[in-house]
């Protein structure tokens, strides 16, 4: 299996811009979850999903972030517009059993 | 009742020592406690995970020591080798529901050569 997926893993854009991070989670998990992480904050929780429906979005900062899972193998988080302090590495992970995090969307708002 | 508790936030050991994390949790619903060990630039990767029913686990030079009656576990790395300098994050979840886990704020460990 090529576990969890993402893309892009790097991302530069201006203040304003819409950015969509893209997530392709292992086959057969029922669960994915979008999380970010900054040298501040730590590793937060912003969103998941069980069996495509958004079950928890209270980690949502802000209206400007969305997520959509619109099938098993397919999510997407969405800035719009993104700012400065959005810059962070985004991580999307899947579950069944065990939780396994992809490698990352470093994103820098400038 | 959510939050999970890690110490320390860093930690320097020689080759060759013990490296031990501890965390500890409120909510006494949890009943999976994974480990996950994070290099830069790289996602978290799960490392070791214990469920209650057992107090330790041991998976080659890491082991997992579990106290339900404290609601601590810890993880401890024998023979710690300067490759295992990485950042490690204890977590805690409900596995029953399938739900989020709740992750501690992350140890840095540096083992000098």
């Known amino acids: 299996d090529a576990g969890v997926i993402q893309s892009p893993r790097h991302e530069v854009t201006e203040m304003g811009q819409e950015v969509t991070l893209r997530c392709k989670p292992i086959?057969?998990?029922?669960?994915l979850f979008w999380y970010r992480q900054t040298m501040m904050r730590g590793l937060e929780l912003l969103i998941y999903f069980n069996n495509n429906v958004p079950i928890d979005d209270s980690g949502m900062p802000e209206d400007r972030f969305s997520a959509k899972m619109p099938n098993a193998s397919f999510s997407t988080l969405k800035i719009q517009p993104s700012e400065p302090r959005d810059s962070a590495v985004y991580f999307c992970?899947?579950?069944?059993?065990?939780?396994?995090f992809g490698p990352g969307t470093r994103l820098t708002v400038t | 009742q959510q939050q999970v508790k890690q110490s320390p936030q860093s930690l320097i050991v020689q080759k060759g020592g013990i490296s031990i994390i501890n965390c500890a949790y409120e909510n006494t619903a949890f009943d999976y406690f994974p480990w996950y060990q994070q290099f830069p630039g790289k996602g978290p990767a799960l490392l070791i995970a214990i469920r209650p029913d057992v107090s330790e686990k041991k998976e080659g030079r890491f082991t997992i020591s579990f106290n339900k009656s404290a609601k601590q576990f810890s993880l401890h790395i024998m023979d710690s080798q300067p490759g295992d300098s990485a950042t490690y994050f204890c977590a805690a979840g409900q596995e029953t529901s399938g739900s989020r886990l709740t992750f501690g704020e992350g140890t840095q460990l540096t083992v000098n050569p």
């Open positions: 992970a899947s579950r069944c059993y065990e939780q396994y």
């Open positions: 086959s057969g998990h029922d669960y």
